[in-house]
């Protein structure tokens, strides 16, 4: 299958090459390459005419004007009300949904094998809501750091927004009951609207934590928001910082499995719901990046990858962004700018295709 | 071209003009083919020659060189299949050109063995093994599931204690009994369909392992979401079979049952509940869907029509008989659009069969399976076919006649 990788190098260069190469010139015969080739004079041909006979011919390779890696950040914004909007558009479904939950006395949780084997234990909730906090601080602080914030954000904004978009959808169509008969679901508002609002904004100022009161409303079990964020904070963080940190990608790791593991300790969803959430979250992770990262796919027939529906908001963020982000941190003040030393591609010439 | 030593004087001329030489062309004009090749370094020291040329005439020369060597080409062409050395200029030859090269040096020949080539592997193995291990797997994977929902039925709580889940579609159909049917008919339709279509396949190991793969894993994950919490029943017509409690053997039996029917309703083994998240009717009629449109011609596109309406007309029937809830349809069809396209990409580009730094799809638990079945396989596999068991392949190179157009 054809893939022009040679299409995605700056183009100028590959120009010269050729003009320069024409005609069959002969190089020098005990004069060392590379030969040089000036573009005047091939262009004039007047060096034949008279011009000190000595056949050299220049090839410049300019430096590359095309920036490969655009900061863009209008399309972050945009990508920013996308994730807003998805938010906003959960919060209402819960809202909906909230007045269908059967009641718990009619409805009791349903088997699930998790909880045949490990009782609630009450403090599990809060752990994981201070994992995610948590999380959610160091990957801000890793993203206040990145070089390249405007492409990493527009990349979080965007899945954050489809995954709960997915979560609306989920959620709306089946109703699940509570898992648990210690579960203190709100009252059900029937019809008013007045008062709905009014938890939509409190659901949302409080970015639907239990810690901060806004958890309030049920029927949100398939599948789980807490597991999206933790998991998909997780993939960041490791994918955007240097390879040789391990110890920070461990200590991470376990914030974020025992925070998903507290969720069913808490009996506060499903395992189902958490498996769920895992698996989506996980591959759609992979799959964008992928296609962000391998250019060769952008122009190869048999990529099936472009096959989603969001496959033209994806060509629209990443449209100009021409290779993989490389993780260099700076100091986001500009006059007072250190690298950091780690390069995340360490191997990056031995290992990267 | 013919020979240099046959050229007249008003070759060299033209030849001259060619090589961007033409202020030669007035003193050279007298001079044909044979004395131009015979012009040393020596004549340019001496007028009218040291007048034209402010270099010694080296560029000339060399010139003169390499038509020497390219007629010297021409006339070897046909000849020996071991090259000598040809005169193609480039910087790194190391044939000595610095001017003083008389035409005795270049009629040494050096010998270059070059190496028979191999006959070209085919880019399509069969490795019929290989689809005999997926095979396996996937009747694991069935086995396992079928295993699974039976224990699972023992488990599922009786639809008086638990009512069946608040449903938007439901809200907005109600039931139909023979909806179940059509659906299932459909199934088995497009399951046949794409059975010909196989074997009628040329690559039928290759794709038929990928459809055992992916068929096998998707029913894995289906274990998996059917097993760790249990669903209840999604309407009150359900007709459950009694639960054996701890009777292994009426287990076992219901189990090779449940095989024996293909897990459907309409050969009367499809009576245990329970196994709701996912729809395994909807993954078959997705996936074989997906495989049918994949590995037919394009130009069939009412043949894919048919396939789509068949798929979607069954989906619809799925949830109109109540059968399902309607997250068991979306996520299922989900898991299995997404698996058959990250398959499927991996498998034809070249570039992500192997693991690197921006290879993402390489995370994927079953990455080392993937590449043990498809790392001799180079390329996309193309739409060929083959009458089974014939001895002549049957090219329909209609398939691919117009691959080129239809890939760009």
Redesign the interface.
Known sequence: ?A?PELGNAGDSSTHNLSSGMED?S????????P?HVSAEEEAK?SF???I??H?YVKISVPESKVNHLPTEWWKTVIAFFYAAFNLVLTTVVLTVVHE???PKE???P?????FDYIDRVKWAFTVTEINGMVLVAIWLIQLFFFKYKSIACRRFFFLIGTLYLYRC??M??????VPGMHMNCAPKLQGDTQAKFQRVLQLISGAGLSITNSHLLCGDF?YSGHTVMLTLTYLFIKEYSPKSFWWYHLMCWLLSAVGVLCILVAHEH????V??AY??T??L???Y??MA??Q??KC??????T??WWNPLFNFFERNVQT?VPCSYSWPITWASTCLKNPC?KY?MV??? | MKKVEAWSAEDVSDWLNKE??P?YIKVLHQTDGPALLSLTKADFTVPPLSRMS??GG??LL??IE?LQMETHIEDHKNGHANGHIGGI????SKL????TLGRKDFETKIRIPIPTVEPPRSSFPTEWGKTGIAFIYAIICFVTTTVVISVVHE???PKE???P?????FDLFDRREWAFSICEINGMLLVGLWLIQWILLKHRSIIGRRFFFIVGTLYLYRC??M??????VPGMHFKCSPKLLGNWEAQMRRIMKMIAGGGLSITGSHSMCGDY?YSGHTVMLTLTFLFIKEYSPRRFWYYHWFCLALSAFGIFCILLAHDH????V??AY??T??L???Y??MA?????K?T??????S??WWYRLFQYFEENVN??VPRNYQLPLSARAFHWNHAVKYSRLD??
């Open positions: 299958m893939s069959g002969v190089p020098a015969t005990n004069k060392t390459c030969v041909r034949r005419k008279g000190a006979r056949d269908r939950v059967p009619s409805s009791p349903l088997p699930d094998k998790f959808v989920t709306y169509v089946t109703t699940l009951p398939l499903y395992t189902v719901d498996v769920v698996f989506i996980s591959r992770f992979w799959w990046h992928t990262n391998l060769t796919l190869s027939p048999n990529n099936y990858l096959n989603t993989s591609k990056s290992q990267s295709s | 961007g030489m202020e402010p270099d080296e560029q060399e010139r390499i200029p480039n910087g790194t000595q050109r610095n001017g488990r599922v709580p204690h638990t009512p889940l608040p449903d938007k579609f998996i979401t097993y760790i919490t249990t669903l209840p998240l809830y309607t997250v068991d979306v996520v989900f898991i659009t997404r058959f396209w990250w499927h990409t034809n580009q070249q570039s992500l192997e690197s730094q921006s290879n993402l799809l995370r994927v390329g996309t890939i760009q």
